[in-house]
């Protein structure tokens, strides 16, 4: 299933990678912006790098707006199905400030990246009635950091003053869409008030005949102003998608809507496998869901915008991530644009890092805000949920481990890794740490060697079988990390057993052996513009810079700054340096951030 998942992942990525025009992906939103929407924080923009986006964050992090947002954008679609005003909860607008958000996509024939802005208004009906809710297209604002509409416009994709908003499908699901007519009556409706029906299941008895009736007879059938209007089978694909992601073998899967409970039009399913017959009362919710989504995303018209909200519900695992592989192949296919949100760590598993966002509220200002581009493994660490099973990176000194936390802090990897120093220096780690680690399959454990110890790597796939032997080998481990490296080999181990133990060391360097970009730290975050900012004498500041030896060049800076060059004051000089080394993320910084990206993906 991961190779599938893979599979999908990477042919998605090609595709969606080189439609620089959006010729494959039409009608693609390439982000959206809120200058002044609901609790996000002003100006919040979340950009769409995938055609499947995954917005994962805790409760009340505004995932469920950001949807809702998205819905609002494409012609004929308005925020106000889902969020308008009422005495309960009003929604105020600012005084300059009306709620609005803008989002852009590349028209259709002249492939131009435009803005559309649409804001919550007062609006009169044709009646006189007022509307408070209403939201329509506006033309650009200037505050909103929007170009006005340019001359000579193609007439078929702007007016005078606005752009022409996105012609696009949207299917907006969530766990109440895939609530059946009987749950929806059963958990939510009104008992009847009737002498011979008293109880809900009373009605529901009452109805029963007349749905078995429709699903056997596959005929319409009516009482009253109550009646069956819509009755399908599913097909032979559709079952097929059904039975791969629950796991389950129907021979028969029928669906008819009608309006027998309460009036209202709900939907009623009927399964069949070899040994039962069963109605939607009897399935489980996550079955129910299952089969609603896999018809109307397989009947969903091509570059649709696909909204799905906590699709993982009452689905196991399992279901899940062949739900979400079931939902790429659509992706793929019908070229559509899909954000789900999600708290399932399942869903996401294997996703390009470029597909997941993180909301969440700031606690000083109590606003919305968004971090975009997070490895899977990394997402949930932001709404609570913790790593059992960190990677492990072992450095020569302090002032290394100091350099690669402060750069997994900037990431936001901090609860990927441990990071840990040996005071025994690189000898050690070679001789001692990388025998046992090598000896690991799929290791999780990372050296980041100074630079000042960077060989040329040694790929085992290109060593000829005659370089593969015990004396030789040694000579080359030898070469490949300047020392001889001692094993501790049975008194009866035969010349294979070394060959592989020492294959292993050279392939474990290969794998899992890294260089900081410099010979040594203190090389790394060494900025002559903190020295010309000190208060030190002109004279000082000469000697410093003269000195060749970093090392030296940090003692003698502490030695002016404290008085003193104790091991506890170097470190202070240490940390003022790299709090502006990160500040700068000059090649050096994006350098060990790659090291960390490598690692990430092992």
């Not at 106000?80 to 309960?88: C, P």
């Not at 929806?184 to 078995?212: E, H, V, W």
């Not at 009623?268 to 996550?286: D, Q």
Request: charged share 35%.
């Amino acid at each position: 299933m991961e190779s599938e998942r893979n599979i999908l992942v990477s042919d998605i990525k090609k595709m969606f990678e080189q439609d620089l025009k959006r010729n494959i992906f039409k009608k693609f939103i390439e982000y959206i912006r809120f200058p002044f929407f609901k609790n996000f924080e002003k100006d919040t923009k979340v950009k769409f790098d995938f055609p499947i986006t995954f917005i994962v964050g805790q409760n009340g992090s505004g995932k469920s707006s950001l949807l809702h947002a998205l819905y609002g954008a494409p012609e004929g679609k308005s925020v106000e199905d889902f969020w308008y005003t009422t005495d309960l909860d009003p929604i105020e607008d600012l005084k300059n400030n009306r709620h609005c958000f803008i989002y852009s996509y590349k028209t259709e024939f002249t492939k131009t990246d435009v803005e559309i802005l649409k804001t919550r208004i007062k609006n009169r009906d044709k009646s006189g009635k007022i509307n408070p809710d209403y939201w329509e297209p506006s033309r650009p604002v200037r505050k909103y950091w929007m170009i006005t509409i340019p001359k000579n416009v193609d007439e078929r994709e702007a007016s005078k003053t606005r752009w022409n908003v996105l012609k696009k499908e949207v299917y907006h699901l969530d766990f109440r869409y895939s609530l059946s007519a009987y749950d929806k009556y059963f958990y939510f409706g009104s008992k009847p008030n009737s002498k011979t029906l008293k109880t809900k299941q009373d009605l529901i008895r009452k109805f029963a005949p007349k749905l078995r009736k429709a699903f056997e007879k596959e005929n319409s059938v009516t009482y009253y102003s109550r009646k069956v209007f819509e009755i399908n089978n599913l097909n032979d694909d559709e079952i097929r998608k059904v039975e791969k992601i629950l796991g389950k073998k129907y021979n028969e899967t029928k669906f008819l809507i009608h309006n027998f409970y309460d009036r209202n039009k709900g939907f009623a399913i009927r399964y069949k496998t070899n040994t039962v017959t069963y109605s939607e009362a009897y399935a489980g919710s996550g079955e129910i869901a299952v089969v609603k989504l896999v018809r109307d995303l397989l009947n969903a018209q091509d570059y649709s915008l696909i909204l799905l909200d906590e699709p993982e519900t009452s689905l196991h695992p399992l279901a899940q991530k062949r739900l979400i592989n079931f939902i790429l192949e659509q992706v793929k296919k019908k070229k559509l644009q899909v954000i789900i949100s999600t708290h399932s760590p399942d869903i996401i598993e294997g996703m390009p890092f470029e597909s997941i966002k993180i909301l969440y509220e700031n606690q000083n200002t109590g606003k919305i805000n968004i971090i975009e581009n997070v490895y899977p493994e990394n997402a949930f660490v932001h709404i609570g949920r913790t790593i059992s099973d960190k990677k492990s990176m072992l450095v020569e000194d302090k002032l290394a481990k100091m350099i690669i936390e402060a750069v997994l802090k900037e990431t936001r990897d901090t609860e990927l890794f441990e990071v840990t120093y040996h005071p025994g220096g690189e000898s050690q780690i070679k001789q001692n740490e990388m025998v046992v680690y090598s000896k690991e399959d799929n290791s999780k454990h990372f050296i980041v060697f100074d630079g000042d110890q960077k060989k040329e790597k040694i790929d085992i796939s290109t060593l000829s079988d005659n370089e593969k032997e015990p004396n030789n080998l040694e000579n080359i481990i030898k070469e490949l990390v300047g020392q001889k490296v001692k094993f501790a080999f049975n008194s009866n181990a035969t010349n294979e057993q070394k060959t592989e133990l020492m294959l292993k060391y050279i392939k474990y360097h290969y794998d899992n052996v890294f260089f900081l970009p410099k010979d040594i730290p203190e090389e790394i975050i060494w900025d002559n513009s903190v020295l010309e900012k000190s208060d030190f004498s002109n004279d000082k500041k000469d000697e410093i810079k003269k000195e060749t030896d970093f090392k030296k060049k940090f003692t003698l800076y502490a030695s002016e700054e404290y008085g003193s060059d104790k091991s506890e004051d170097i470190e202070q000089v240490h940390k003022k340096f790299i709090k502006r080394w990160i500040n700068d993320q000059n090649t050096d910084f994006n350098a060990i951030k790659d090291i960390i990206e490598k690692i990430k993906e092992h």
